[in-house]
């Protein structure tokens, strides 16, 4: 079985040339997933010569996917677009749970290349032993520009993170870690209880967020639980263009949110779409 996530455009041309100059066993099962192939199902399926295709997350189905490895019937898999005697299928849409904890705590990061999930220099300009930790999945708001395909937010329980964190210190040592998700902030309550449990482990961490969705008591919050640096989806610097991509935010909300994290000794880097 070979898997490809192709999250961007930019990607696509990197595993579409994988796969034309690549030597496969004729016994092959070829998947692929992300954001790009969700979106153009169909014409990654024909455009990759590829077996199956699985649109939104894929934790679960490409598990039901190997299930099917002998078979090759995905017809019962929610959530996969097909090729069967030269004709293509689409399933129905896979329902997204409440949350993330029905995940397993901890990625398997072991069956990897170590340099590839523990880094150095890479957390805020220090050269603190990191990883990438992920806390949310999906975005609620609809800039138009972006491609995160997943309206409904996916919080992880604080002690679903906690654990994974704790055995990050035992296994790697690591002293920081870069959240990953979208937008981690948009609901206050997970993101105090959240803090609360990372507050006691003395690690360093960065992570995204909108500038509409903080204020200065979560930030002290944050602060408190070893937030370093937050990344700000700012785009622009012009109220207009910011209409345009459909953003929702102004200038001042903008100027407002750096200077608040700034006043609370977090540092600010931020994203513009040019
Ligand atoms: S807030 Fe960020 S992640 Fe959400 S839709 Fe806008 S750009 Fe995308």
């Known amino acids: 079985m070979v898997a490809f996530s192709i999250p961007s455009s930019v990607t696509y041309n990197i595993i579409r040339n994988v796969r034309e100059n690549s030597i496969f066993s004729f016994k092959s099962l070829l998947i ?44 019962k898999i929610k959530g996969v677009c097909y090729k069967q005697d030269d004709s293509i299928y689409r399933t129905d849409e896979r329902k997204l749970k409440r949350g993330l904890d029905h995940l397993p ?23 603190l032993k990191m990883t990438h930790v992920m806390f949310t999945q999906g975005c609620p708001y609809s800039c138009n520009f972006c491609a995160s395909q997943q309206r409904k937010m996916q919080y992880r329980s ?33 993101t105090r209880n959240i803090c609360g449990i990372i507050a006691g482990l003395d690690l360093k961490w960065s992570t995204l967020s909108r500038v509409d969705t903080v204020e200065y008591d979560i930030l002290e919050t944050m602060y408190d639980a070893g937030c370093i640096e937050i990344k700000f989806g700012v785009e622009s610097g012009s109220d207009k263009m910011l209409k345009a991509m459909g953003k929702n935010i102004s200038l001042d909300q903008i100027c407002n949110a750096i200077k608040i994290t700034n006043s609370v000794g977090i540092k600010v880097k931020i994203f513009l779409v040019h």
């Open 105 to 127: 705590v901890i990625p398997a990061r072991h069956l990897l290349p170590i340099e590839d999930n523990i880094m150095s220099n890479r957390l805020s300009n220090t050269s």
């Open 158 to 190: 604080a002690w679903h993170i906690q654990k994974e964190l704790i055995h990050l210190i035992k296994t790697y040592s690591i002293e920081g870690f870069a959240v990953v998700g979208d937008n981690f902030l948009v609901n206050k309550e997970k």
């Open 32 to 75: 692929a997933g992300g954001v790009h192939a969700t979106i153009y199902p169909e014409e990654t399926l024909i455009d990759l010569n590829i077996d199956v295709v699985v649109i939104g997350p894929g934790e679960e189905t490409i598990l039901e996917i190997v299930d099917e490895f002998s078979s090759r019937n995905f017809s």
